[in-house]
């Protein structure tokens, strides 16, 4: 790539460092500079226009285009109130409306609303909490969380380690020492011959059930599940898996703590995935279309049962010791709130039925296509298998089949969410009919040029 001395890309190459990138190869390719975005599409600064087939990061569920709206709640709340923090007594408007709507809005009984400003720091809350609850409970020893390999939680040192993402841990110390992974459900690749949906949820709750066993029960905590794992893969569970699941954590007295850091606010046909594959959580997380990612905000909810423990650890310790200073920003709160105002006047659950039910059966036509191997999804997300050979499922060459996708699609005009061999599907939930017919001839054409590179070479 020809990179002009003191242009945008040199400046980016000379100070910046790019998460989830090779920073030795980002110094030779340069950037891709998003300069605009008008709806579910996006423009860099050569003039080249794509569909963002995944909302950025899984977020923009409103799109990439100014929002008047949107824009003019913030301009009115910095004029009104630039900053106050919400420590020692103290609040703001615009975040106890948002507390009381998130808590109207909730899939099951919540109590209590703790606000921070990304999905990791919601769930580094969450591991708090759940030790701080134990603690409070007088079983100082019930320390350790289990998640799911393959899982998603975050960046920050609690969350990329409940997160079962080798790669994020290697050469860090981690994970931190409490922390334990169990099998992920991804029933089309783990499946062994002739075994059912239902027998494979059964198998993964054993599973469960011999780590805490394994672990001591009295020493397992909580345990850390998104509905659908999302950077995972887009990895729909099967079916019964999370009532076995969660049979399992209530027999050992385990708290569930459902990370909706991606499936909250509609995306997968209901408000909630919580309210799609009927959990029963103890506290909840999300961010991302919590704001529509407009502002960095995010909100963990807490039942009353982990409220009531809090209430007894400020009896015995004083103050709740925890927090951040941005939390409850009233500009990230009026915006958050402003956009689920809009969600609520576009029906957003009905759209995700509706629009999404269109994208899902037109990926589900795709299925018949010599390189897919499997299609699953919910609402506005979905995940496909790319596979050499469907009948056998023996996978391509590690990384050809997304990298060939990646490339294609960008040349058909298409940002494409390649993960290992599988790509993920989560477009803005305004994305409308025609662009998801749009979406997915492109994406057919794509695979088409994928397989005749794959297969040719
Ligand atoms: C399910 C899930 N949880 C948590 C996070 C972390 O959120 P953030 O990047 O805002 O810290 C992500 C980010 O992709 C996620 O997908």
């Not at 769930?123 to 100082?140: E, F, H, I, S």
């Not at 039942?303 to 200073?325: C, P, R, V, W």
């Amino acid at each position: 790539m020809n990179i002009m001395p003191n242009s945008a890309a040199a400046r980016d190459i000379a100070y910046y460092i790019h998460p989830q990138t090779n920073l030795r190869r980002h110094a030779e390719v340069g950037p891709v500079i998003v300069s605009h975005g008008d709806g579910v599409y996006v423009t860099d600064e050569n003039g080249n226009r794509y569909m963002e087939t995944v909302a950025g990061l899984w977020c923009a569920a409103l799109g990439f285009s100014a929002n008047e709206r949107i824009a003019k709640v913030a301009y009115d709340q910095m004029r009104k109130l630039g900053y106050y923090h919400t420590y020692r007594h103290t609040a703001n408007e615009s975040s106890i409306d948002l507390a009381e709507k998130l808590i109207q809005l909730a899939p099951v009984p919540m109590s209590k609303v703790l606000f921070q400003c990304s999905g990791s720091e919601a769930n580094d809350t969450a591991v708090k909490l759940a030790w701080y609850y134990q603690a409070a409970m007088g079983r100082p020893d019930k320390i350790k969380i289990i998640g799911r390999e393959r899982g998603y939680h975050g960046s920050t040192i609690a969350s990329v380690s409940v997160s079962g993402k080798p790669d994020m841990h290697a050469d860090f110390p981690l994970p931190l020492p409490m922390m334990r992974h169990t099998e992920y459900p991804h029933y089309y690749r783990q499946h062994r011959d002739g075994e059912s949906e239902e027998e494979f949820a059964t198998r993964m709750a054993e599973a469960l059930e011999n780590l805490i066993l394994a672990e001591g029960p009295d020493t397992v905590a909580a345990f850390f599940a998104e509905p659908v794992m999302a950077a995972g893969g887009a990895i729909v569970p099967p079916k019964t898996y999370f009532a076995k699941m969660q049979a399992v954590l209530k027999k050992y007295d385990v708290l569930f703590i459902a990370d909706e850091v991606v499936c909250g606010f509609g995306r997968t046909g209901s408000w909630w995935g919580s309210q799609t594959f009927d959990l029963q959580p103890d506290m909840i997380s999300c961010a991302k279309a919590l704001s529509a990612a407009y502002q960095p905000i995010s909100a963990l909810m807490v039942n009353e049962k982990i409220h009531q423990a809090m209430l007894a650890q400020s009896d015995k310790l004083g103050a709740f010791a925890h927090g951040y200073t941005h939390a409850g920003h009233p500009v990230t709160t009026a915006v958050a709130l402003e956009v689920i105002n809009i969600y609520e006047e576009m029906d957003i659950v009905e759209r995700a039925q509706r629009v999404g039910g269109r994208m899902l059966s037109g990926l589900q036509a795709l299925a018949a296509h010599p390189m897919v191997g499997d299609v699953r999804g919910v609402g506005f997300l979905a995940g496909m298998e790319l596979m050499a050979d469907k009948a056998t499922r023996t996978p391509f060459e590690a990384g050809t089949a997304g990298a060939a996708a990646d490339k294609f699609g960008r040349q058909n005009g298409l940002i494409l969410r390649v993960i290992g061999d599988r790509l993920a599907f989560a477009p803005p939930l305004i994305i409308t009919e025609d662009e998801v017919d749009h979406m997915l001839a492109m994406l057919s054409k794509t695979l088409d040029q994928a397989h005749a590179e794959l297969t040719t070479a």
